[in-house]
């Protein structure tokens, strides 16, 4: 199976309010390995950038006038993800921006182009309700090495959101494949029996007369004997 792991940074929290994506991260795993393919891209938002925002991921928006706009890596990066299904920590977010920005440009939904979409946070409550689930505290839950996110970055967080689901599901891939191991299988056991202790008692004249007249009636009472 072809899955993306899918992460976004933005100007702020709020696609409606008119904020923008000002990266996008993409990495692929199939068969749950990693194929060391990415597509990864900074964007130019033409718009200032929420100091609130610049605090989490630490970009500034001097570092991205060079960069290109949406609507010039939008086709690469439809092309990259089609068909897979995607996985977003918290996919209503990024969804909602990234939906807003193909609008823009006259695109249909990123739903439309692939095969599903999970939600690893709401993964994450369902399993550990009542608990911190975003990425850090999931990062410490399963002993994954997070010492590198110091901010907020879309590779880097896509990268371990791809450990972390792994981690969260491996008790379902162990149980799959202790289900078709062969040492889970049933087999057959053939038990050797010596047939040479067991002692044949034969019919006698008198047995072997009686035997005889009983099918006899039986015959004649038009039964079978089998």
């Not at 933005?10 to 409606?16: F, N, S």
């Not at 309010?17 to 033409?46: D, K, L």
């Not at 202790?197 to 019919?203: D, M």
Request: charged share 25%.
């Amino acid at each position: 199976m072809r899955q993306i792991f899918l992460d976004t940074e933005t100007t702020g929290l709020y696609p409606d309010q008119g904020h923008r994506i000002i990266e996008i991260a993409a990495v692929e795993i199939f068969n749950r390995r990693a194929t060391q393919r990415h597509f990864h891209v900074y964007i130019n938002p033409e718009r200032e950038i929420d100091p609130g925002a610049q605090e989490v991921h630490g970009i500034s928006l001097e570092f991205l006038q060079d960069k290109p706009l949406f609507a010039n890596v939008a086709e690469d990066f439809i092309a990259f993800i089609r068909g897979a299904e995607l996985i977003i920590h918290n996919a209503p977010f990024d969804l909602g921006f990234l939906n807003m920005e193909l609008a823009k440009l006259n695109q249909d939904k990123l739903e439309t182009h692939v095969s599903g979409i999970i939600d690893t946070l709401k993964m994450a409550k369902e399993m550990r309700p009542g608990q911190r689930n975003n990425l850090d505290a999931l990062c410490r839950h399963f002993g994954i090495d997070n010492s590198q996110r110091t901010l907020h970055g879309a590779l880097l967080d896509a990268e371990l959101l791809a450990e972390v689901y792994i981690a969260m599901t491996r008790g379902q891939e162990s149980l799959l494949m202790e289900l078709s191991s062969p040492e889970t299988q049933t087999t057959q056991t053939q038990l050797a029996v010596d047939f040479s202790a067991l002692k044949v008692l034969a019919a006698d004249a008198e047995e072997l007369s009686a035997h005889a007249q009983y099918i006899a009636s039986l015959a004649k009472a038009g039964a079978s004997s089998w």
